[in-house]
């Protein structure tokens, strides 16, 4: 299976941290409620365990899930559960997608932040079937709206820069409608000494828009109820 994190995965990390930095407390605040004999707790599409320690920090008493497709996060993300001896008892990194990987008949929780956008809507649909099933009554799935709401043209911004040694890592991106729900996304990732460009990747992809609307109708499609947060974080519970 081909990895697209292969030329960007080194950047990805570091350049995501204060990205999560903003999106920790909203999610641990939607993220109420979650009790230990629901279940284990889910992170999908979990990419270098930024989400998984803010998952397992408020889950305290929960094993955890880390799912995640590709080689190259997955690395960083096995490296950070080792390096924590708490992470490491109650962290199984899956290698697996939403749709694929195995998981336990109930969940006590499910994180899916700034994954959702890769699925297209067939797929998402049936992500949404798959968890509400398995979510456990007053369990939370999480999961965070990302811009643009709908096929537009983005603009290239620089989403990123953090300064290690004498290197700066960068990155930055712009955006291109390609269809009816679909965006593709141009990545560039710059390595930096100074003002001297040392190495530049640059990475396509898709990424299927979803709007606010469309995602409370999907989720009520799947017997989930869903309010929206603080930085777009959006909170569903099962109906009843």
Request: aromatic fraction near 4%; glycine fraction near 10%; charged fraction near 20%.
């Amino acid at each position: 299976m081909e990895d697209g994190y292969e030329a960007s995965g080194e950047f990805i990390d570091v350049l995501s941290g204060p990205a999560w930095q903003v999106l920790r407390d909203p999610v641990r605040a939607a993220l109420r409620g979650v009790e230990p004999e629901h279940g284990p707790v889910l992170d999908v599409g979990a990419g270098t365990g930024l989400g998984t320690q803010i998952l397992a920090g408020a889950c305290p008493a929960a094993a955890v899930l880390a799912v995640e497709p590709s080689p190259v996060l997955r690395a960083v993300l096995l490296s950070r559960v080792a390096a924590d001896a708490d992470l490491r008892e109650r962290v199984t990194v899956l290698a697996g997608d939403a749709l694929g990987a195995p998981l336990p008949e109930r969940l006590g929780a499910v994180l899916a932040a700034n994954m959702i956008g890769h699925l297209p809507p067939q797929d998402r649909r049936e992500f949404w079937h798959r968890v509400a099933a398995r979510l456990a009554p007053g369990a939370p799935l999480v999961v965070n709206l990302q811009p643009p709401a709908e096929p537009a043209v983005v603009g290239f911004t620089t989403f990123g820069a953090v300064r290690i040694g004498r290197h700066t890592y960068e990155g930055g991106g712009s955006a291109e409608p390609a269809g009816p729900d679909t965006v593709t996304w141009r990545m560039r990732y710059r390595v930096l000494d100074g003002d001297v460009v040392l190495r530049e990747h640059t990475v396509d992809y898709p990424w299927h828009v979803l709007s606010e609307h469309d995602l409370r109708a999907e989720l009520a499609e799947a017997g989930l109820r869903a309010e929206v947060g603080p930085m777009d974080v959006v909170r569903a519970v099962r109906v009843g």
